[in-house]
């Protein structure tokens, strides 16, 4: 199974700052990575798909590059509705696999 | 509007059965592939079976293989999930996530499973 690794595992921030979430694959994944929001209570967002495409309907602050094993989420500028957590998810071969979560808390 | 609605969950002994379902609705569930995903008490989300839309494909994470069956029933726009010989490991809220190119698009809500004696 491929693994993905997350980091970091959890961060404070500011609302208005830039953040940078990052997700490894223990393989070559292509772009098949899709990045996950979760807030508590609730069942997961997708935010974005081909590692860089943005679903419809989500915030252009939000942003995903990378290709191959690298990968990283960016919110330009963090709004309050944006404190949660966040997973990266790899489509390129079953089972499929996520990361562990990135969790970002008020500063 | 896409809706993925699980029921079944509750409190189940090891080595009993559940049965959990998914009624969709808002899209043609019969062209959609689906996959079960769950989350354990405040950890993170593990992928566990995908059925292919025509019930020609599935596939099962090693940790429930042989114990669990997915299934559907694109007549009833339904989505199953057979749980047999659960182990308390299994505790966590299972949910229901549509397949677009292997990446879930839509989630359900989730139903919480609880294994215990």
């Known amino acids: 199974a491929i693994r993905m690794t997350q980091s970091p595992s959890s961060f404070s921030a500011s609302t208005g700052d830039r953040v940078t979430i990052t997700c490894r694959a223990s393989q070559g994944i292509s772009s098949y990575l899709a990045w996950y929001q979760q807030k508590p209570g609730q069942a997961p967002k997708l935010l974005i798909y081909?590692?860089?495409t943005l679903q419809s309907g989500v915030p252009s602050r939000f942003s995903g590059s990378g290709s191959g094993t690298d990968f990283t989420l960016t919110i330009s500028s963090l709004q309050s509705e944006d404190f949660a957590t966040y997973y990266c998810q790899q489509y390129y071969s079953y089972p499929l696999t996520f990361g562990g979560g990135t969790k970002v808390e008020i500063k | 509007e896409v809706q993925l609605v699980e029921s079944g969950g509750g409190l189940v002994q090891p080595g009993a059965s559940l049965r959990l379902s998914c009624a969709a609705s808002?899209?043609?569930?019969?062209?959609?592939?689906m996959n079960w995903v769950r989350q354990a008490p405040g950890k993170g989300l593990e992928w566990v079976s995908y059925?292919?839309?025509?019930?020609?494909?599935?596939y099962y994470a090693d940790s429930v293989k042989g114990r669990f069956t997915i299934s559907r029933d694109n007549a009833k726009n339904s989505l199953y999930l057979q749980m047999n010989s659960p182990r308390v490991e299994d505790t966590a809220v299972y949910y229901c996530?549509?397949?677009?190119?292997?990446?879930?698009?839509?989630w359900g809500q989730g139903t919480l499973v609880t294994v215990s004696s």
């Open positions: 808002g899209f043609t569930f019969s062209n959609y592939d």
């Open positions: 059925i292919s839309s025509i019930s020609s494909t599935v």
């Open positions: 996530a549509r397949a677009w190119s292997s990446y879930v698009d839509y």
């Open positions: 081909a590692a860089s």
